[in-house]
């Protein structure tokens, strides 16, 4: 079965710090570029960080430029996605889901293959 399993999401402080991972199974996730998206409540499903799959390209959103940073290890099959200095306004829902190489990289979610279910963040004192 071909999947993408999130993981690493929880109740942090703001200011704190957490990492998610992002954990492929039935397939070589070093085939595909990785994006990581988020959805707060009521608010649509927004980038938040891409990787190419060589890793040697990153993008981020605005809103989370020089606080997050994304990297890969394909040996392990995995990507992750350092989140610090966390804001309430991180809280979401996070998921990340694989593009196919053909693509580069893009915030445009249609394009993405396969999907995780997402692993809640939620920043709160």
């Not at 704190?16 to 070589?28: D, E, I, M, W």
């Not at 989370?64 to 995995?78: E, L, M, P």
């Not at 996070?94 to 990289?105: F, K, R, W």
Request: with cysteine; glycine share 12%; net charge positive.
């Amino acid at each position: 079965q071909l999947r993408l399993v999130e993981s690493g999401g929880g109740l942090v402080q703001p200011g704190g710090s957490l990492r998610l991972s992002c954990a492929a199974s039935g397939f070589t996730l070093e085939h595909y570029a990785i994006g990581w998206f988020r959805q707060a409540p009521g608010k649509e499903r927004e980038g938040v960080s891409c990787i190419s799959s060589g890793g040697s390209i990153t993008k981020y959103s605005v809103s989370v430029q020089g606080r997050f940073s994304i990297s890969r290890d394909n040996a392990k099959n995995t990507v992750y996605l350092e989140m610090n200095s966390l804001k309430p306004e991180d809280t979401a829902v996070y998921y990340c889901a694989a593009l196919s190489v053909e693509y580069g990289i893009t915030w445009l979610q249609s394009l993405y293959r396969f999907w995780g279910r997402g692993t809640q963040v939620t920043v709160s004192s």
